[in-house]
């Protein structure tokens, strides 16, 4: 009997576990998915506000453009 509930209570907590851990992931996916919502809008508005195309943008460019913002938003917040 003892041994029985050690066993049912074993079996009840490696389920909660498995439960917690599949809650975690869903999490972490719900988390990885608003960022890059959020990357898109962001490269969206600053593609559309610098009136750039898309069609002449090469990955070259895109490092390039997105070093020059990170530059000028470290000199913006050493500013301020």
Do not use: C, P, T, W
């Amino acid at each position: 009997m003892i041994i029985s509930n050690m066993i049912g209570g074993i079996v009840m907590s490696q389920s909660n576990l498995e439960k917690q851990e599949s809650k975690l992931k869903a999490l972490n996916q719900k988390i990885k998915d608003e960022k890059n919502k959020i990357e898109q809008r962001l490269g969206k508005q600053i593609i559309s506000q610098a009136n750039l195309d898309y069609a002449n943008l090469s990955n070259d460019q895109i490092k390039l453009l997105a070093k020059q913002f990170s530059e000028f938003l470290k000199v913006k917040s050493v500013d301020h």
